[in-house]
């Protein structure tokens, strides 16, 4: 009997020795820079990709939605919501990488993030409207014809694939594109000022361009003559309609090409609102690397600052020091679908335009 208490006490004993206790990590309250006041006003703009005036005008429209109702566990400023998102925006670091530039943990960066870019997509029926009355239209068809003198032009259309990680999932697949990753298809109408007009942000990246505008309501809305004799401008892969005008496809004569010239001319006005969109939120050049909807709010949350930011006039800053591209602009754009505009001689330029303004000259 002793002999068995002693292995019972014995026992007991190593038990005590080998138990481990968990020591809870001390609570750690990162310091939070006020960069509103730290930078200038250029460095600040490298930085979040828009003015000191802008952010502040910004934040007011969406402060309500950013503000939380105490004080309590030292809560997250509206000012440092914003800078936070918009440095994402402007970086596509991780959230990590963006919690500690801004003072935050990981978990409340990636809250604060889709939290913010929620309340900015919340503004886009203010930003992102499609002309409706005579007025708007008219406007709209004046400012195109100056471009290259095309009538009736009321805007631009095309589509460009954001880069997404792999959603998942059975249908993954329906978001990888012909180029061989996965992306979400955005198709855009623009004006003539580069402003975006109309926007679908939902088809996966094998999805056909025509195949979106198809599914559109901004296509039935042309087909019940909701805009008159209004068109749109597209490329090539889009069919000839009585709202919508590609280019030809092998003009023979000099009207034709007079045709294709002032059409092509025109259209840029889309592509080039991809370049200054993308160049100036490289997120969405570099990549979204959150799940599928919130990847949906950012692309649009992007597109109502790109209006913003174009009602404004506010060029597109430098590129920011800390932003590490994997390949020059000219690769990124080109793999997202934007041509570059070509270059010619101002003789050729100006030959060009006193031939258009001639041919174009009865049709208005």
Known sequence: MQRLRRMINNSDSDDSEDETYVVRRPRWIKERNNYFYDYDDEDFRIRFRLSKAAAHNLLIKIEDHLEFISERNQSISPINQLLATLRFYATNNSQLTIGDFSGLSTPTAHRIIHRVSAAIASLNHEYIKFPNTQQEIRQNQREFYGIARFPRVIGAMDC????????GGDQAE?????KGYFSINVQT???ANLEIIDIVARWPGSAHDSTIFNNCCRKAKFEAGDYGEGILLVDGGYAATSYSMPPLENP????EQLYNESQIRTRNAVERSYGVWKQRFPILALGLRVKLDKALVIIIATAVLHNILRQRGETVPPDDPALILPAPWEALLQNGQISCERSSTPQRSRARELLINNHFRNLI
């Open 160 to 167: 460009t694939h954001v880069r997404i990680s792999s959603p």
């Open 189 to 191: 109408i623009c004006n």
């Open 174 to 178: 329906l978001f990888r594109n012909r």
């Open 252 to 255: 023979g004569t000099a009207v």
